[in-house]
């Protein structure tokens, strides 16, 4: 009988220790990912300029390209310029925003994308999506997964507390964007990938479950495996769907609705995934998270990240529309003003002050 399969879409390389920097150049060359040491290499103009000083000895055949931010704009440029080099690959090395910018810019020319993250902010990392800012807002882009993840745990503990931080919102938000897509399937039959399922699932729950802290290695390796996992899974379903939900609709209504305003967007996905398990009634899961969420000092309420209550309302009343055609609990309750206000209060009650 036939063992029948299919292929997982996931990097070659995952390398997530302290030290791995320092091998970045070795770790491409044994993997045949870029022999001839020909790299386009994406930086920043702040915190990359000094990674660069660190490791350009063991690039000597890279040739590096500064980003200005995370627009279309940004990462269009940068293609243009990379379009008239010989390069085996491109590497984006420093935050969210200079990674999606190489992603686009990575697929737009044709070559794989090594990611190397200076922070653990969001799972974005190692996804098929680059979020780039563009004249309406924000957009996300669809690119080929990184050929390559390198995570370098002594780089990581220099990055700033909140940025870490952020990346275990989003990694916990995980479990509420499942729950999320086993509601659709239940009420609509929309079909759920369950390896992806799982695994993003997983994700969240180790790092829910894990007593550490972001000052140990320990943890930081959870975490980072956490995002490598849920960028994966999104690679497996084809979208967004096991590491986005109503949570993730709270945080894009939050950038959209205050675009100067908007804290990280692992924030916001913590906070709305608190939120939206208190929602479905799970409520027992909702207090453990907020507790989880509260020792990582991470916001649980609006008021936290500077916002009343009464533009929280407007935020979860407007967040359905940021997703059109996606089902969550907040599509599925359909409440109104004053429903969303009483059960904020009542939410607000439960966690306590």
Known sequence: MPLLTRLIPSPVVVDIRPGALDDLAGVLADERIAQSGRLAVAVSGGS??????????????????????????????????????????????????????????????????????????????????????????????????????????????????????AGIGDAISNINAVADWELSNRVNGEKIDGLAAAMARQAGEAVLRHPGGIGENEFLQVLAEALVLSGISMSISGDSRPSSGSCHEINHAFDLLFPKRAAAHGEQC??????????????EESAYMVDVLRRHGLPVLPEEIGFSVDEFVRVVEFAPETRPGRYTILEHLDLKTNQIKDTYADYVKAIGS
């Open 270 to 283: 913590g906070l709305g995934a608190a939120f939206a398990m208190y929602l479905r009634g799970a409520h």
């Open 48 to 165: 990359g300029t000094k990674l660069r000083e660190r490791i350009a000895p063991s690039l000597p055949g890279a040739s590096w390209y500064e980003v200005g931010g995370g627009t279309l704009d940004d990462a269009i440029r940068l293609a243009g310029e990379m379009k008239s080099g010989h390069y085996d690959a491109v590497v984006g090395l420093g935050g969210g925003k200079i990674i999606d910018c190489a992603k686009f810019a990575a697929a737009r020319v044709g070559l794989p994308l090594v990611a190397v993250p200076t922070n653990l902010a969001h799972d974005g990392l190692c996804s098929p999506v680059a979020t780039l800012d563009n004249d309406a807002g924000r957009g996300s882009y669809g690119v080929p997964n990184p050929i390559a993840v390198v995570i370098d745990l002594d780089v990581i503990r220099e990055a700033p507390a909140r940025f870490v931080r």
